[in-house]
């Protein structure tokens, strides 16, 4: 059984970081390509950051600079570095895997960022 599963979410006060991190079990991550997505309330779900098999990555213009994707294929693990957050920043994010045919998501975990 193929699972994605996110950890690292909570609540943040602005400026401050957050790790999120995409374990995955019944897949192996280096085959595919890797994506951080976020869905705040009301919103459509969007892109925030990518990372091919190869280690080529992709943000969304609201995050360049702040945000870090990265890949521990050792680990089959993929993170999600956030520095300084914003309230903007707020939404569940979720982790993706495309490759093989196939498209995964994880179950999304929580970012809030308040003072």
């Known amino acids: 059984q193929v699972q994605l599963v996110e950890s690292g979410g909570g609540l943040v006060q602005p400026g401050g970081s957050l790790r999120l991190s995409c374990a995955a079990t019944g897949i192996r991550l280096m085959v595919y390509v890797m994506a951080w997505y976020r869905q705040a309330p009301g919103a459509q779900r969007e892109l925030v950051a990518s990372?091919?098999?190869?280690?080529?990555?992709n943000y969304a213009d609201s995050v360049k600079g702040r945000f870090t994707i990265s890949r521990d294929n050792a680990k089959n693990t993929v993170y999600l570095q956030m520095n300084s957050l914003q309230s903007e920043d707020t939404a569940v994010y979720y982790c993706?895997?495309?490759?093989?045919?196939?498209?995964?998501w994880g179950q999304g975990t929580q970012v809030t960022v308040s003072s």
């Open positions: 993706n895997g495309v490759g093989t045919g196939k498209d995964y």
């Open positions: 990372i091919t098999r190869g280690g080529s990555t």
